[in-house]
Protein backbone atom coordinates (compact mmCIF):
# COMPACT_ATOMS: atom_id res chain seq x y z
CA UNK A 1 0.00 0.00 0.00
CA UNK A 2 2.86 2.49 0.81
CA UNK A 3 3.82 1.52 -2.92
CA UNK A 4 1.11 2.19 -4.68
CA UNK A 5 1.07 5.45 -2.79
CA UNK A 6 4.65 6.79 -3.41
CA UNK A 7 3.75 5.28 -7.27
CA UNK A 8 0.20 7.33 -7.89
CA UNK A 9 2.07 10.56 -6.30
CA UNK A 10 4.86 10.23 -8.45
CA UNK A 11 2.74 10.00 -11.48
CA UNK A 12 0.91 13.36 -10.36
CA UNK A 13 -2.06 11.94 -7.94
CA UNK A 14 -3.23 13.80 -4.62
CA UNK A 15 -2.42 10.93 -2.24
CA UNK A 16 -3.49 10.59 1.73
CA UNK A 17 -3.99 7.64 3.85
CA UNK A 18 -3.95 5.97 7.57
CA UNK A 19 -2.50 3.45 9.25
CA UNK A 20 -2.93 2.26 12.68
CA UNK A 21 0.31 2.30 13.86
CA UNK A 22 4.23 4.15 13.24
CA UNK A 23 6.48 2.56 11.03
CA UNK A 24 9.41 2.93 8.73
CA UNK A 25 7.04 3.10 5.43
CA UNK A 26 5.12 5.67 7.18
CA UNK A 27 8.43 7.61 6.79
CA UNK A 28 9.16 6.80 3.32
CA UNK A 29 5.83 8.21 2.23
CA UNK A 30 6.15 11.09 4.55
CA UNK A 31 9.79 11.89 2.71
CA UNK A 32 7.81 11.81 -0.88
CA UNK A 33 5.64 14.75 0.42
CA UNK A 34 2.60 12.68 1.64
CA UNK A 35 1.74 13.15 5.15
CA UNK A 36 -0.32 9.90 6.30
CA UNK A 37 -2.82 10.38 9.32
CA UNK A 38 -2.68 8.01 12.35
CA UNK A 39 -5.28 5.87 13.51
CA UNK A 40 -8.44 5.12 11.02
CA UNK A 41 -11.12 8.04 10.91
CA UNK A 42 -13.75 9.24 8.56
CA UNK A 43 -12.61 12.45 8.64
CA UNK A 44 -9.59 11.38 6.69
CA UNK A 45 -11.60 11.13 3.85
CA UNK A 46 -10.62 13.65 1.57
CA UNK A 47 -14.07 15.84 0.56
CA UNK A 48 -15.40 16.23 -3.09
CA UNK A 49 -16.23 13.73 -5.49
CA UNK A 50 -13.21 13.19 -7.71
CA UNK A 51 -11.73 10.87 -4.98
CA UNK A 52 -11.23 7.02 -4.98
CA UNK A 53 -10.81 5.15 -1.87
CA UNK A 54 -7.90 2.28 -2.12
CA UNK A 55 -8.23 -0.71 0.40
CA UNK A 56 -6.06 -3.85 1.09
CA UNK A 57 -7.33 -7.41 1.85
CA UNK A 58 -6.63 -6.35 5.54
CA UNK A 59 -8.83 -3.55 6.10
CA UNK A 60 -12.33 -4.79 7.15
CA UNK A 61 -15.96 -3.83 5.63
CA UNK A 62 -16.74 -1.93 8.81
CA UNK A 63 -13.51 0.08 8.92
CA UNK A 64 -14.63 4.11 9.38
CA UNK A 65 -13.23 5.16 6.36
CA UNK A 66 -14.63 2.92 4.16
CA UNK A 67 -17.62 3.51 5.47
CA UNK A 68 -17.63 7.20 5.13
CA UNK A 69 -16.93 6.51 1.58
CA UNK A 70 -19.39 4.15 0.81
CA UNK A 71 -22.06 7.03 2.37
CA UNK A 72 -20.90 9.41 -0.10
CA UNK A 73 -20.70 6.83 -3.00
CA UNK A 74 -17.30 7.07 -4.03
CA UNK A 75 -15.16 4.46 -5.73
CA UNK A 76 -13.31 1.82 -4.02
CA UNK A 77 -10.63 -0.16 -5.32
CA UNK A 78 -8.66 -3.08 -4.19
CA UNK A 79 -4.84 -2.39 -3.99
CA UNK A 80 -4.42 -5.12 -7.21
CA UNK A 81 -7.34 -3.20 -9.14
CA UNK A 82 -4.49 -0.05 -8.86
CA UNK A 83 -1.64 -1.76 -8.76
CA UNK A 84 -3.01 -3.57 -12.51
CA UNK A 85 -4.12 -0.44 -13.70
CA UNK A 86 -0.22 0.64 -12.86
CA UNK A 87 1.54 -1.88 -14.43
CA UNK A 88 -0.24 -1.65 -17.23
CA UNK A 89 1.66 1.76 -18.45
CA UNK A 90 4.89 0.15 -18.83
CA UNK A 91 6.23 -3.43 -20.11
CA UNK A 92 5.77 -5.75 -16.81
CA UNK A 93 7.89 -8.09 -15.15
CA UNK A 94 5.70 -9.24 -12.57
CA UNK A 95 6.93 -12.01 -9.77
CA UNK A 96 4.80 -14.49 -8.15
CA UNK A 97 5.57 -17.63 -5.96
CA UNK A 98 4.23 -18.49 -2.65
CA UNK A 99 8.03 -18.15 -1.37
CA UNK A 100 10.38 -15.82 -2.40
CA UNK A 101 8.71 -13.06 -4.24
CA UNK A 102 10.17 -9.65 -2.34
CA UNK A 103 14.24 -10.83 -2.74
CA UNK A 104 13.28 -12.02 -6.84
CA UNK A 105 11.73 -8.60 -7.39
CA UNK A 106 14.05 -6.65 -5.85
CA UNK A 107 17.08 -8.75 -7.67
CA UNK A 108 15.08 -8.11 -10.85
CA UNK A 109 14.76 -4.44 -10.14
CA UNK A 110 18.74 -3.73 -8.81
CA UNK A 111 19.92 -5.62 -11.79
CA UNK A 112 17.90 -3.72 -14.33
CA UNK A 113 19.29 -0.36 -12.32
CA UNK A 114 22.56 -1.46 -12.83
CA UNK A 115 22.10 -1.97 -16.53
CA UNK A 116 21.11 1.45 -16.42
CA UNK A 117 17.53 0.26 -17.75
CA UNK A 118 16.41 2.56 -14.70
CA UNK A 119 13.45 0.30 -14.25
CA UNK A 120 9.82 1.61 -12.64
CA UNK A 121 9.02 -0.76 -9.37
CA UNK A 122 7.06 -1.80 -6.53
CA UNK A 123 8.12 -4.55 -4.21
CA UNK A 124 7.10 -5.63 -0.88
CA UNK A 125 9.86 -4.80 0.60
CA UNK A 126 12.12 -1.74 0.70
CA UNK A 127 15.08 -2.21 -1.69
CA UNK A 128 18.41 -1.56 -0.19
CA UNK A 129 20.08 -0.22 -2.44
CA UNK A 130 17.65 2.48 -3.07
CA UNK A 131 16.31 2.81 0.19
CA UNK A 132 12.41 2.56 -0.75
CA UNK A 133 10.05 -0.16 -2.12
CA UNK A 134 8.59 2.08 -4.83
CA UNK A 135 9.65 4.36 -7.61
CA UNK A 136 8.56 5.60 -10.64
CA UNK A 137 12.07 5.01 -13.09
CA UNK A 138 11.97 6.71 -17.07
CA UNK A 139 12.72 3.20 -18.46
CA UNK A 140 10.32 1.52 -19.95
CA UNK A 141 10.18 -1.61 -17.62
CA UNK A 142 8.34 -1.94 -14.45
CA UNK A 143 9.08 -4.85 -11.50
CA UNK A 144 6.00 -5.51 -9.68
CA UNK A 145 4.70 -8.77 -6.92
CA UNK A 146 2.03 -10.73 -7.89
CA UNK A 147 0.35 -11.59 -4.80
CA UNK A 148 -1.70 -15.07 -4.61
CA UNK A 149 -2.78 -13.98 -1.41
CA UNK A 150 -6.46 -12.88 -1.86
CA UNK A 151 -5.83 -13.63 -5.31
CA UNK A 152 -4.83 -10.05 -6.78
CA UNK A 153 -2.82 -11.76 -8.92
CA UNK A 154 -5.33 -12.54 -10.87
CA UNK A 155 -6.03 -9.36 -12.29
CA UNK A 156 -2.42 -8.55 -13.56
CA UNK A 157 -1.33 -8.90 -17.43
CA UNK A 158 2.28 -8.98 -17.62
CA UNK A 159 4.56 -9.35 -20.31
CA UNK A 160 7.34 -11.69 -18.41
CA UNK A 161 6.50 -13.06 -15.01
CA UNK A 162 8.65 -15.71 -12.88
CA UNK A 163 6.99 -17.94 -10.28
CA UNK A 164 9.35 -19.14 -8.21
CA UNK A 165 7.10 -22.17 -6.97
CA UNK A 166 3.97 -23.16 -5.96
CA UNK A 167 2.43 -24.12 -2.44
CA UNK A 168 -0.32 -23.81 0.15
CA UNK A 169 -0.22 -20.80 2.01
CA UNK A 170 -3.16 -18.55 2.43
CA UNK A 171 -5.51 -21.23 4.11
CA UNK A 172 -8.52 -18.63 4.22
CA UNK A 173 -8.07 -18.31 0.77
CA UNK A 174 -7.53 -21.88 -0.58
CA UNK A 175 -8.70 -24.83 0.54
CA UNK A 176 -5.77 -27.14 -0.81
CA UNK A 177 -2.91 -27.53 -2.60
CA UNK A 178 -4.96 -27.85 -6.32
CA UNK A 179 -6.76 -24.80 -5.63
CA UNK A 180 -3.26 -22.86 -5.47
CA UNK A 181 -2.04 -24.62 -8.78
CA UNK A 182 -5.03 -23.64 -10.48
CA UNK A 183 -4.97 -20.33 -9.63
CA UNK A 184 -1.38 -20.14 -10.53
CA UNK A 185 -2.51 -22.13 -13.75
CA UNK A 186 -5.06 -19.33 -14.57
CA UNK A 187 -2.51 -16.36 -14.11
CA UNK A 188 0.05 -17.98 -16.24
CA UNK A 189 -2.47 -18.32 -19.27
CA UNK A 190 -2.64 -14.16 -19.18
CA UNK A 191 1.48 -13.64 -19.00
CA UNK A 192 3.07 -13.00 -22.79
CA UNK A 193 5.95 -15.14 -21.73
CA UNK A 194 6.46 -17.31 -18.37
CA UNK A 195 9.49 -17.46 -16.33
CA UNK A 196 9.64 -20.93 -14.15
CA UNK A 197 12.00 -23.11 -12.75
CA UNK A 198 13.82 -25.59 -14.06
CA UNK A 199 12.13 -28.76 -12.92
CA UNK A 200 9.38 -31.75 -13.25
CA UNK A 201 6.34 -29.74 -11.69
CA UNK A 202 7.22 -26.68 -13.57
CA UNK A 203 6.05 -28.66 -16.72
CA UNK A 204 3.19 -29.75 -14.66
CA UNK A 205 2.17 -26.71 -13.59
CA UNK A 206 2.29 -25.16 -17.84
CA UNK A 207 0.65 -28.46 -18.31
CA UNK A 208 -1.97 -27.63 -16.78
CA UNK A 209 -2.61 -24.04 -17.85
CA UNK A 210 -2.23 -25.25 -21.64
CA UNK A 211 0.66 -23.08 -22.08
CA UNK A 212 3.23 -24.24 -24.06
CA UNK A 213 5.63 -21.23 -24.73
CA UNK A 214 7.65 -20.62 -21.52
CA UNK A 215 11.48 -19.78 -20.36
CA UNK A 216 13.50 -21.69 -17.64
CA UNK A 217 15.86 -20.76 -15.32
CA UNK A 218 18.44 -22.67 -13.39
CA UNK A 219 21.82 -22.36 -11.68
CA UNK A 220 24.68 -24.92 -11.80
CA UNK A 221 27.79 -25.14 -9.86
CA UNK A 222 26.93 -23.30 -6.83
CA UNK A 223 28.65 -22.45 -3.93
CA UNK A 224 27.80 -21.45 -0.69
CA UNK A 225 29.66 -20.33 1.99
CA UNK A 226 29.90 -17.55 4.57
CA UNK A 227 30.23 -14.87 2.59
CA UNK A 228 27.78 -15.17 -0.16
CA UNK A 229 27.40 -17.62 -2.94
CA UNK A 230 28.99 -18.37 -6.69
CA UNK A 231 27.04 -20.35 -9.25
CA UNK A 232 26.63 -20.38 -13.26
CA UNK A 233 23.92 -18.66 -14.99
CA UNK A 234 23.78 -18.07 -18.78
CA UNK A 235 27.14 -19.63 -19.39
CA UNK A 236 28.25 -16.57 -16.68
CA UNK A 237 29.92 -16.74 -13.53
CA UNK A 238 27.46 -14.69 -10.69
CA UNK A 239 28.51 -13.57 -7.28
CA UNK A 240 25.73 -12.91 -4.68
CA UNK A 241 26.58 -11.64 -1.32
CA UNK A 242 23.18 -12.63 0.42
CA UNK A 243 23.43 -16.46 2.02
CA UNK A 244 21.65 -19.64 1.09
CA UNK A 245 20.98 -21.92 -1.74
CA UNK A 246 16.99 -20.23 -2.51
CA UNK A 247 18.69 -17.38 -3.00
CA UNK A 248 20.53 -18.86 -5.66
CA UNK A 249 17.03 -19.26 -7.11
CA UNK A 250 15.97 -15.89 -6.81
CA UNK A 251 18.70 -14.29 -8.58
CA UNK A 252 18.55 -17.33 -11.71
CA UNK A 253 14.86 -16.34 -11.86
CA UNK A 254 15.50 -12.49 -11.43
CA UNK A 255 18.50 -12.53 -13.95
CA UNK A 256 16.19 -14.54 -16.12
CA UNK A 257 13.89 -12.10 -16.37
CA UNK A 258 16.25 -9.28 -16.91
CA UNK A 259 17.79 -10.82 -20.06
CA UNK A 260 14.27 -11.63 -21.50
CA UNK A 261 13.58 -7.75 -20.96
CA UNK A 262 16.52 -6.63 -22.99
CA UNK A 263 19.32 -6.18 -20.68
CA UNK A 264 22.78 -8.17 -21.25
CA UNK A 265 24.37 -11.10 -19.94
CA UNK A 266 27.60 -9.95 -19.64
CA UNK A 267 26.62 -7.00 -17.40
CA UNK A 268 24.01 -9.21 -15.22
CA UNK A 269 26.76 -11.49 -14.44
CA UNK A 270 27.77 -8.83 -12.23
CA UNK A 271 24.84 -6.92 -11.37
CA UNK A 272 23.92 -8.24 -7.97
CA UNK A 273 27.54 -8.42 -6.34
CA UNK A 274 26.57 -5.39 -4.28
CA UNK A 275 22.93 -6.38 -4.00
CA UNK A 276 22.33 -6.68 -0.20
CA UNK A 277 18.94 -8.02 0.23
CA UNK A 278 15.34 -6.36 0.38
CA UNK A 279 13.81 -4.99 3.79
CA UNK A 280 13.17 -7.87 6.32
CA UNK A 281 14.67 -10.91 4.34
CA UNK A 282 17.66 -11.77 5.65
CA UNK A 283 18.75 -8.31 7.40
CA UNK A 284 21.42 -8.18 9.58
CA UNK A 285 20.16 -6.12 12.54
CA UNK A 286 23.63 -5.95 14.46
CA UNK A 287 25.19 -6.94 17.56
CA UNK A 288 24.12 -7.82 20.89
CA UNK A 289 26.15 -6.37 23.52
CA UNK A 290 27.16 -9.97 24.33
CA UNK A 291 28.64 -10.22 20.68
CA UNK A 292 25.83 -11.97 19.51
CA UNK A 293 24.75 -11.03 15.54
CA UNK A 294 21.31 -10.78 15.13
CA UNK A 295 19.29 -10.98 11.53
CA UNK A 296 15.56 -10.34 10.76
CA UNK A 297 14.04 -12.06 8.21
CA UNK A 298 9.91 -12.38 6.97
CA UNK A 299 9.90 -15.99 6.65
CA UNK A 300 6.09 -17.10 8.05
CA UNK A 301 6.03 -20.35 6.56
CA UNK A 302 7.67 -23.97 7.17
CA UNK A 303 9.20 -23.83 3.86
CA UNK A 304 10.60 -20.21 4.43
CA UNK A 305 11.88 -21.23 7.68
CA UNK A 306 13.84 -24.14 7.19
CA UNK A 307 15.46 -22.46 3.78
CA UNK A 308 16.62 -18.93 6.02
CA UNK A 309 17.83 -21.57 8.90
CA UNK A 310 20.10 -23.48 6.34
CA UNK A 311 21.45 -19.93 4.90
CA UNK A 312 21.83 -18.99 8.34
CA UNK A 313 24.23 -22.53 8.60
CA UNK A 314 26.34 -21.09 5.95
CA UNK A 315 27.69 -18.47 8.28
CA UNK A 316 29.24 -21.02 10.84
CA UNK A 317 27.62 -19.61 13.92
CA UNK A 318 28.72 -21.05 17.55
CA UNK A 319 24.99 -21.79 17.86
CA UNK A 320 22.02 -21.20 15.85
CA UNK A 321 19.45 -19.60 17.63
CA UNK A 322 15.40 -19.30 16.23
CA UNK A 323 12.84 -16.79 17.62
CA UNK A 324 9.51 -17.47 15.87
CA UNK A 325 6.09 -15.51 15.67
CA UNK A 326 3.76 -17.65 13.72
CA UNK A 327 1.61 -14.95 11.60
CA UNK A 328 -2.26 -15.13 11.40
CA UNK A 329 -4.38 -17.82 13.86
CA UNK A 330 -5.58 -20.05 10.40
CA UNK A 331 -1.78 -20.38 9.30
CA UNK A 332 -0.60 -21.77 12.56
CA UNK A 333 -3.84 -23.95 12.87
CA UNK A 334 -2.75 -25.99 9.82
CA UNK A 335 0.96 -25.93 10.07
CA UNK A 336 1.95 -25.92 13.86
CA UNK A 337 3.31 -29.05 12.72
CA UNK A 338 5.58 -28.40 9.99
CA UNK A 339 6.47 -25.35 11.52
CA UNK A 340 8.04 -27.04 14.49
CA UNK A 341 10.01 -29.86 12.27
CA UNK A 342 11.25 -26.55 10.64
CA UNK A 343 12.23 -24.94 13.64
CA UNK A 344 13.83 -28.06 14.89
CA UNK A 345 17.15 -27.53 13.01
CA UNK A 346 17.55 -24.83 15.14
CA UNK A 347 20.45 -25.07 18.67
CA UNK A 348 18.10 -22.89 20.41
CA UNK A 349 14.12 -22.22 19.90
CA UNK A 350 12.19 -19.68 20.74
CA UNK A 351 8.54 -19.23 20.07
CA UNK A 352 6.24 -16.15 20.86
CA UNK A 353 2.32 -15.91 20.14
CA UNK A 354 0.65 -15.80 16.80
CA UNK A 355 0.90 -11.72 15.40
CA UNK A 356 -3.46 -12.07 14.45
CA UNK A 357 -2.87 -9.14 11.65
CA UNK A 358 -6.98 -9.65 10.32
CA UNK A 359 -7.69 -12.60 12.22
CA UNK A 360 -9.40 -12.68 15.67
CA UNK A 361 -7.99 -15.10 17.96
CA UNK A 362 -11.93 -15.70 19.25
CA UNK A 363 -12.46 -16.99 15.69
CA UNK A 364 -9.35 -19.52 16.22
CA UNK A 365 -10.18 -21.61 20.05
CA UNK A 366 -7.34 -23.20 21.30
CA UNK A 367 -4.65 -21.86 18.78
CA UNK A 368 -1.84 -20.43 19.75
CA UNK A 369 1.97 -19.77 19.55
CA UNK A 370 2.45 -22.50 22.23
CA UNK A 371 1.13 -25.03 19.13
CA UNK A 372 4.67 -24.44 17.71
CA UNK A 373 6.25 -24.88 20.88
CA UNK A 374 5.10 -28.34 21.51
CA UNK A 375 5.78 -29.37 18.19
CA UNK A 376 9.46 -28.08 18.28
CA UNK A 377 10.20 -29.49 21.23
CA UNK A 378 8.47 -33.10 20.22
CA UNK A 379 10.59 -32.62 16.68
CA UNK A 380 14.25 -31.42 19.07
CA UNK A 381 14.48 -33.44 21.82
CA UNK A 382 17.36 -32.45 24.33
CA UNK A 383 17.45 -29.15 22.51
CA UNK A 384 15.98 -25.81 24.11
CA UNK A 385 12.90 -24.65 23.38
CA UNK A 386 11.18 -21.76 25.05
CA UNK A 387 7.58 -20.49 24.89
CA UNK A 388 7.59 -16.82 25.58
CA UNK A 389 4.44 -15.10 24.28
CA UNK A 390 4.80 -11.79 24.72
CA UNK A 391 7.68 -9.24 23.03
CA UNK A 392 8.93 -7.97 26.60
CA UNK A 393 9.11 -11.33 28.00
CA UNK A 394 10.93 -12.82 24.87
CA UNK A 395 13.87 -9.40 25.45
CA UNK A 396 14.16 -10.39 28.90
CA UNK A 397 14.73 -14.27 28.75
CA UNK A 398 17.06 -14.06 25.52
CA UNK A 399 18.92 -11.32 26.61
CA UNK A 400 20.98 -13.12 29.04
CA UNK A 401 21.09 -16.22 27.32
CA UNK A 402 22.68 -14.66 24.09
CA UNK A 403 26.50 -15.39 23.91
CA UNK A 404 29.47 -14.50 21.61
CA UNK A 405 29.40 -16.39 18.27
CA UNK A 406 25.63 -16.88 18.42
CA UNK A 407 23.61 -16.05 14.75
CA UNK A 408 20.00 -14.72 16.59
CA UNK A 409 17.19 -15.30 13.97
CA UNK A 410 13.65 -13.35 14.39
CA UNK A 411 11.74 -15.03 12.35
CA UNK A 412 8.18 -13.97 10.74
CA UNK A 413 5.62 -11.65 8.94
CA UNK A 414 4.68 -9.64 12.21
CA UNK A 415 6.24 -7.20 14.16
CA UNK A 416 9.12 -9.70 16.03
CA UNK A 417 11.54 -7.27 13.82
CA UNK A 418 11.18 -4.97 17.35
CA UNK A 419 12.18 -7.54 19.91
CA UNK A 420 15.59 -8.08 17.24
CA UNK A 421 16.18 -4.50 17.60
CA UNK A 422 15.62 -3.95 20.80
CA UNK A 423 18.00 -6.74 21.88
CA UNK A 424 20.62 -4.86 19.37
CA UNK A 425 19.94 -1.77 21.14
CA UNK A 426 20.66 -3.34 24.56
CA UNK A 427 22.94 -1.48 27.12
CA UNK A 428 25.85 -3.97 28.42
CA UNK A 429 24.86 -5.00 31.76
Not at 74 to 86: D, K, S, Y
Not at 417 to 424: K, N, Q, S
Amino acid sequence: MSGLALVAHALGARVTGSDRAESAYLERVRAAGIEPALGHDAAHVPPGDDVEVVISTAIPSDNPERAAARERGLPELHRGELLAQVSAMKRCIAVAGTHGKTTTASMAAHALLRCDLDPAYLIGGELRSTGVNAAWGEGEWMVVEADESDRSFLRLRPELAVVTNVELDHHATYASQAEVEDAFADFLRAVHRPILWDAPEAEALLDRAGVTEAAFFRADDVELGPEGSTFTWAEQRVGLAVPGAHNVANAAGALTACVLAGAPAERLAGALEDFRGAGRRFERLGMTPSGAQVVDDYAHHPTEVAATLAAARTLAPRRLVAVFQPHLYSRTEWLYREFGAALARADVVAVLDVYPARERAQDHPGVSGRLVAAAAADAAPGRTVLWLPGLDTAEAVLAPRLREGDLCLVLGAGDVDRLGRALVGRKAS
